[in-house]
Nanobody, 123 residues
Framework: QVQLVESGGGLVQAGGSLRLSCAAS????????MGWFRQAPGKGREFVMA????????YYSDSVKGRFTISRDNAKNTVFLQMNSLKREDTAVYYC????????????????WGKGVLVTVSS
């Protein structure tokens, strides 16, 4: 069982930056692929980025390419999402998720979820 708690959300102007963190419980954090998803009002949950347990593979959505970066600190059981050059369309609730095994990008492929943090980008 893995429990995930996100932090770092908030209000930011377009063009600004935010860094989200996700702290995970448990002793086997490095076994899990960690993903970030987001859900805008009235829309489905969308894959953003993911990183495997050994930090050798990362995947990203084309919508965040070149602007967002995912990283993890296995010693601290934490995964990060650095978001730069934020746009209004990045406004959403951002969720951290975990799964055992290789990186996949579908929400249904992830077994554990945080409660989410709201990111609001103003013009």
């Amino acid at each position: 069982q893995v429990q995930l708690v996100e932090s770092g959300g908030g209000l930011v102007q377009a063009g600004g930056s935010l860094r989200l963190s996700c702290a995970a419980s448990g002793r086997t954090f490095s076994r899990y692929t960690m993903g970030w998803f987001r859900q805008a009002p009235g829309k489905g949950r969308e894959f953003v980025m993911a990183i495997d347990g050994t930090r050798t593979r990362t995947y990203y959505s084309d919508s965040v390419k070149g602007r967002f970066t995912i990283s993890r600190d296995n010693a601290k059981n934490t995964v990060f999402l650095q978001m730069n050059s934020l746009k209004r369309e990045d406004t959403a609730v951002y969720y951290c998720a975990a799964r055992e095994g290789r990186v996949l990008t579908g929400p249904r492929d992830y077994n554990y979820w945080g409660k989410g943090v709201l990111v609001t980008v103003s013009s």
